[in-house]
């Protein structure tokens, strides 16, 4: 098993784009978090919000592999994920009359 992290940095969102940690979008124009890795010869690159990205700071591997969306969110501090519902808000439409 072997796992490692060739890139970790902070990046504009030029588009939408999904949280690996909370599911939840990332809407273009924020700021978040790419890291790319390469876990047993795989490539893959994980996007995550800042704020997700920080509770995650005594993650190990095992928790890592063991993360779900859905009970992230639970774990996730109510002001965080209202900052992260909030980052949402300028793409929700607020012109019904159409
Ligand atoms: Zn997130």
Redesign the pocket.
């Known amino acids: 098993m072997s796992y490692a992290c060739l890139e970790n940095k902070i990046v504009k969102a030029r588009k939408q784009h999904r949280?690996?940690?909370?599911?939840?979008p990332?809407v273009k124009g924020i700021k978040y978090i790419r890291r790319a890795c390469v876990e047993d010869g795989d490539f893959f690159t994980a996007k995550?919000?800042q704020?997700?990205?920080m509770t995650t700071k005594a993650w190990d591997l095992g928790d890592w592999e063991a993360h779900d969306s859905y009970e992230?969110r639970e774990y996730?501090a109510p002001e965080i994920l209202a900052e992260?519902k909030a980052e949402q808000t300028p793409q929700v439409p607020t012109d019904f009359s159409k």
């Open positions: 949280c690996y940690l909370c599911d939840l990332i995550m919000h704020q997700c990205e992230f996730l992260v």
